[in-house]
């Protein structure tokens, strides 16, 4: 085989062999990388800084798939639930005139531990344990 | 006068090498290693392609073994989060399983060329034992591995799996307790399996793998006997071809398609994630194991609950171990004491049991 | 002694109190054994009463003479107009109701006074519902058993008896289709099909001693116990006070009495659309159903379009779980809309809509950057593929070239 043709097969080989090693390296180096959001939130989640929320009021965070109801009861009580009302599903608020949860779908009424006091729903609310990090509030699996 | 000046030599990084590590020895025995040739020949690829896809399997393992967490709470989650949060998790994660799967099903294809190639006589009778423990592990990596992701599906799968094994006759409820770390599948399970799935299996993977390949390198490929009759009727050495560089470019190319067809499947074909697993939901409907457990799997349902006052999977369990007895003991049975080989006995045996595998598969698949 | 006869007196309150009615009639037959059948799922026989407890007799005596004698207070059948004085004996007495259930409500008779039965029972109408009519005569059990006539569940059935029998409902010149109604409406099918007991029955709307159909007034507050978003919006909306003048009830206007049925958008603006029997298509009210049916229904769309091509996107193999999970906040904004409906008022609707149609859209574009990522990694794909396969066809041409390079120098192998 004339040399120029040899030339020809060994750069076609090498041409083919770097770039696939490139199509194969690429994605592993990017895989490496850490990506923007550093780890799954499973266990515990950030529900905002302290100062978000005021006392006597409520808000709606998202503890990985589920929606929680974060509660600032008082100046350093704070309570978690899961924001699913046990009726029909609905999701709950927290009635901050009554100090107390409520579900707008059937009126059903929930207090301060989660507990049915009216309406509805059979069964109480799942609650999360809540502290304080310096001044972030982290939600937990009860 | 003595020299002044060392004799000179190639002063190259090879020349360092080679006074340290004397590879020349290895480049020789290299360079001197055969294939044979015969309308056979492709079959001896498959060895080569199971030991490559292994190799994808360590590489795409570790990989994952950045982000995987081995703990009930974050199972599940660390495999969405590699799906979904990390560059290229997705196709890690599918590349992994389905060189899984077509690790097993190339390691079988092996399994069976070799037996209709009656490349386990003798000498080579303890390569075909270090093989068949090889295929053991293999299964037992399919197995491990498939519990990880912590979905629903593989939560009861495993729980099929680790109740089949305490039927096995009195030490079954111990084995139950080892293999699940428990009564119950549960985290238990899964950090086991996790140490079973990276560590215990692949270092005796490792150990086994090297005396078969190095049992290999000993003996050359073997040559199918007919071969050897043609050419030794002919009063010539059997054609063949130098591994390198002929069969193993020709590898390469095999490897290399073998590389497409999992970027094909892995792109096109993705596994999902499925659910968490919940260990107080019942079992889904039509629950089953992966598909090298298939042929067992459905000839335990077709067993009746009781045979002749023994209990219907203990008598499966039996028939599975001597079924495995018998076909580990393939080059005992298959070669006669002057060490002729029982070509028809071996041949019509594999066949058989290769219309079993594959009948029960397909009907456990479909059933 | 003493203590022989403490150790007697104690074994004699033990045993059970001699009832001869029960024992004389348990081996009768027919209508006179089935009381005392009966009585023996009694509520009452498990407190320790007897059948002389409200019939007055000896029940100590196996005498039937002196049993079932005048003398000892024997009243025999007693008069329907005079049940609820009889059971209000006991269970209108707090201090007596005190050693069974101190929780107990000892307001049944009051209350049943004031109601419709109770009005006509006083003017001596033996037709109407008394406590048996309800509770059962001889084997009464708890409100709680599933068994009784007045379990949840058993109620409506209890009530149809005589109010869907036109017979019987004749003189009174009401409907007798309420409990026909009440089977075709979503309360029932929640009550009976998915089991949740806090459904309203027909006592939960009427009340159940005191059992009148609510004003016309107070229908609204009624449904209000547990619908209240509706119920403040309806207050404050135009129909309020036009509902009122007209005397028609509010909500029944719409949503009807007992047939209540599970709403859906096409009450707004269908072919059969409640508001088009009122309002004009080219009316002011007309023209704000119509928008407002166009609204929810748009939303209603675009959430089923962002439905489709996230499990479009799922079912080929991309991740969406995030989006799927979003679209609840947009499911919830569509129902907050539809509620919103009782306001009659267009911002009342559009706001939510617009809320809704924020998050639909944005799951929309998820499901999109998911079926564009596919694309994305089908063409990686080609890439790759492309380079492995130059590779593969180097690897090729470098054995031809190796071959005849070995057949060119006559090397064999």
């Not at chain 1, 990985?64 to 029909?88: D, K, M, N, Y």
């Not at chain 2, 060189?99 to 070799?114: D, G, K, R, T, Y």
């Not at chain 3, 207050?235 to 049925?261: E, R, W, Y």
């Not at chain 3, 066809?393 to 390079?405: C, Q």
């Amino acid at each position: 085989m004339p040399p120029a043709r040899r030339n020809v097969v060994f750069w076609i080989f090498g041409g083919g062999f770097i770039g696939s090693l490139v199509s194969f390296l690429y994605p592993v180096v990017r895989f490496l990388n850490p990506p923007a959001v550093s780890e799954a939130s499973v266990n515990e989640v950030v529900g905002g800084k302290e100062q978000d929320l005021a006392p006597n009021a409520g808000k709606i965070v998202k503890f990985g798939t589920q929606p929680v109801l974060l509660v600032r009861i008082a100046q350093t009580e704070w309570r978690a639930f899961s924001a699913v009302c046990t009726h029909l599903s609905c999701i709950v608020q927290y009635d901050a005139s009554r100090k107390l949860i409520w579900c707008a779908c059937h009126n059903g009424q929930y207090d301060l531990s989660g507990k049915v006091i009216a309406g509805p729903p059979p069964a109480p609310l799942k609650e999360y344990a809540v502290h304080l990090r310096g001044e972030d509030v982290v939600i937990s699996r009860g | 006068m003595l020299p002044t000046q060392p004799i000179h030599r190639k002063k190259t990084i090879a020349a360092w090498f080679q006074d340290r590590l004397a590879w020349d020895s290895i480049s020789q025995f290299l360079a001197h290693k055969t294939v044979p040739v015969h309308s056979g020949t492709i079959w001896y690829a498959f060895g080569g392609i199971t030991l490559f896809l292994f190799v994808i399997q360590v590489v795409t393992g570790i990989l994952l073994l950045v982000y995987y967490r081995p703990t009930p709470a974050e199972a599940y989650e660390s495999v969405q989060f590699i799906m979904t949060r990390v560059a290229f998790g997705w196709l890690i994660r599918s590349i992994h399983i389905w060189s899984a799967n077509l690790m097993i099903l190339s390691a079988f294809v092996h399994m069976f060329s070799v037996a209709f190639l009656h490349a386990y006589r003798k000498p080579r009778e303890l390569v075909w034992l270090s093989g068949i423990m090889l295929l053991a592990l293999a299964l037992g990596f399919g197995f491990s591995g498939y519990l990880l992701p912590w979905n629903t599906i593989s939560f009861f799968a495993t729980k099929v799996g680790t109740d089949m094994a305490t039927f096995v006759p009195w030490m079954g409820s111990t084995l139950g307790r080892y293999l699940r770390g428990g009564d119950a599948v549960g985290g238990a399970t899964l950090t086991r399996f996790f140490g079973f799935h990276v560590a215990v299996l692949p270092a005796l993977t490792s150990l086994f793998l090297l005396f078969h390949l190095g049992l290999v390198q000993k003996f050359g490929i073997s040559t199918p006997p007919w071969v050897e009759k043609r050419f030794r009727g002919a009063g010539t050495k059997s054609a063949q071809m130098p591994f390198f560089p002929d069969f193993f470019l020709h590898e390469l190319m095999v490897w290399y398609g073998a590389l497409a067809l999992l970027g094909i499947l892995a792109a096109l074909f993705p596994f999902g994630l499925g659910e968490k697993a919940d260990a107080f939901a019942p079992a889904p409907a039509g629950i089953r194991p992966e598909w090298y457990f298939l042929a067992p799997f459905y000839t335990l349902k077709l067993i009746p609950g009781h045979v002749a006052g023994i209990e219907g999977e203990v008598v499966g369990l039996l028939g599975f171990g001597l079924l495995a007895f018998w076909w580990a003991a393939l080059p005992f049975w298959g070669q006669r004491p002057d060490g002729t080989v029982r070509s028809k006995l071996v041949t019509g045996g594999a066949v058989a049991f290769i219309a079993y595998l594959s009948t029960f598969s397909l009907l456990g698949y479909l059933r | 002694m003493k203590h022989a006869l403490l150790l007697l007196l104690l074994a004699a309150a033990w045993l059970p109190a001699k009832d001869s009615c029960l024992e004389c009639h348990s081996q009768m037959t027919g209508d006179l054994q089935a009381p005392a059948t009966a009585f023996r799922n009694s509520v009452h026989l498990q407190h320790g009463f007897t059948c002389a407890d409200c019939h007055g007799g000896d029940p100590n005596s196996d005498d039937p003479e002196a049993s079932m004698s005048k003398a000892h207070g024997f009243a025999g059948v007693p008069l329907r107009t005079a049940i609820p004085k009889l059971c209000a004996r006991c269970h209108s007495d707090p201090n007596f109701m005190r050693k069974y259930n101190p929780s107990e409500r000892v307001d049944q008779a009051a209350e049943y006074a004031t109601s419709v039965h109770g009005q006509h029972l006083a003017k001596g109408d033996a037709k109407v519902a008394t406590c048996i009519d309800c509770h059962g005569v001889h084997d009464i059990r708890a409100a709680r058993d599933a068994l009784s006539p007045v379990y949840p569940l058993n109620l409506p059935k209890t009530c149809s008896q005589c109010h869907a029998d036109a017979a019987h409902m004749a003189p009174y010149k009401i409907p007798t289709d309420q409990y026909a109604n009440y089977l075709k409406s979503v309360h029932w099918e929640e009550l009976s099909k998915r089991g949740d007991l806090s459904a309203p029955n027909c006592a939960t709307c009427h009340g159940n001693h005191g059992a009148k159909p609510p004003a016309v007034a107070s229908v609204a507050a009624v449904c209000g116990t547990c619908h209240v978003f509706e119920e403040q919006l309806f207050d404050k909306s135009p129909h309020q006070p036009v509902f009122a003048a007209m005397s028609t009830g509010a909500c029944v206007v719409c949503h009807s009495n007992h047939a209540i049925l599970k709403t859906s958008d096409q009450m707004l603006g269908g072919k059969d659309a409640v508001c088009a029997e009122c309002h004009d298509a080219d009316s002011a009210g007309g023209k704000i159903a119509a928008q407002a049916a166009g609204l929810i229904q748009n939303l209603q769309n675009r959430i089923v379009a962002a439905d489709g091509i996230l499990e479009q996107a799922r079912t080929s193999g991309m991740e969406v779980s995030e989006a799927i999970l979003r679209q609840t906040d947009a499911r919830q904004n569509l129902v907050k809309a539809r509620a919103n409906v009782h306001a009659f008022a267009i911002e009342a609707v559009s706001q939510p809509v617009e809320a809704g149609l924020a998050i639909a859209a944005e799951d929309y574009r998820a499901g999109e950057a998911a079926m564009k990522e596919k694309y994305i990694r089908r063409m990686g794909l080609a890439i790759s593929l492309t380079a492995i396969f130059v590779t593969i066809a180097g690897l090729w041409l470098i054995i031809r070239w190796l071959h005849r390079a070995e057949k060119e120098s006559g090397v064999t192998s």
